[in-house]
């Protein structure tokens, strides 16, 4: 489908038909018969720029140029060999130009009369080129062979990104490229750093003797017992933080001071059950001397 809001069709009778893109699609609105022979088949149509004309690539060699408002017969013919039953075509960013695959290169035609401009090689391919693809935003073109394989055509001075971005980066060398040259010695190997007096590998029980004594250099902590032993176990990260934030001052007055500074506000200002009492309440008398006697041991039997 073109610009004009146009579909083309192309038959194996070597004819092809015309559609409204906006329909009916029951009968086409023009049909160019013997546009390519017939029993072959046309690989692609592509419509240009403009919107008016649209190539043909076909089955008997040849590409042909037409306008869809005179499409009674070609603007141009040339003849140019397929290597393949879907080679295609595809139309430069302005227009002037088309690129057609051909064997082991792109072809460049001029859209005028369709000359030959030039046959651009494809790098190292030996096959024919099956599908063309001129990217007009990072202006590069894409070609794929018959043998599977993927090219990409830029300029140095007038494409951008695309394939540029990884076309200057080196290839990551692999392990299997290093190429040692010589021995690889250690330095343990050399004389000067050996030592034969202490063996390199510990044997199984020596290690065990070794951590039974505990006389290993990075020979971990050993593990503690009970509840808050040392103030290391039985406390989470919050209680911790919080211990170091709040001071604990209970043992540092005396419980007994710390009642008895209320007593005078009790009997001043009595609450809750005391005042139900007071009238009733007998006055309690102290024996003072009694805390001064030490009573006498009883003698056991």
Request: hydrophobic share 35%.
């Amino acid at each position: 489908m073109g610009p004009a809001a146009v579909i083309a069709a192309a038959q194996m009778d070597g004819s092809i038909s015309l559609w409204p893109a906006n329909g009916p699609y029951l009968r086409p609105v023009s049909r160019i018969d013997s546009a390519h022979a017939r029993g072959t088949e046309t690989s692609d149509i592509v419509f240009a720029p403009d919107g008016h004309r649209f190539a043909t690539r076909g089955g008997d060699d040849t590409v042909k140029l037409w306008d869809i408002r005179r499409p009674t017969s070609p603007v141009a013919t040339t003849v140019l060999a397929t290597s393949h039953s879907a080679t295609s075509l595809a139309f430069s960013p302005s227009g002037s130009q088309i690129m057609v695959g051909a064997p082991q290169s792109i072809a460049v035609l001029d859209i005028s009369d369709l000359s030959v401009l030039r046959h651009i090689p494809v790098g190292k391919c030996s096959a024919g080129i099956t599908r063309v693809l001129w990217h007009p935003r990072v202006n590069q073109i894409t070609a794929a062979a018959t043998d599977g394989s993927l090219s990409v055509l830029y300029s140095q001075t007038q494409s951008m990104r695309g394939a540029m971005l990884c076309a200057g980066k080196r290839s990551r060398r692999r392990a299997d490229d290093v190429q040692v040259v010589g021995p690889i010695i250690t330095p343990h190997a050399l004389p000067l750093f050996r030592d034969d007096d202490k063996p390199a590998v510990m044997s199984a029980g020596k290690r065990r003797r070794e951590a039974a004594r505990g006389s290993s250099k990075h020979a971990p902590g050993q593990p503690l017992y009970g509840h808050g032993k040392g103030g290391n176990i039985g406390i989470n990260e919050t209680q911790h933080i919080m211990k170091s934030i709040i001071k604990d001052t209970m043992r540092d007055e005396d419980p007994r001071e710390a009642l008895l500074k209320y007593a005078a506000v009790a009997e001043s200002d009595p609450m809750f059950v005391a005042p139900a009492y007071k009238n009733t309440q007998d006055r309690p008398v102290f024996d003072n001397d009694a805390d001064d006697q030490v009573p006498e041991m009883k003698r056991r039997k």
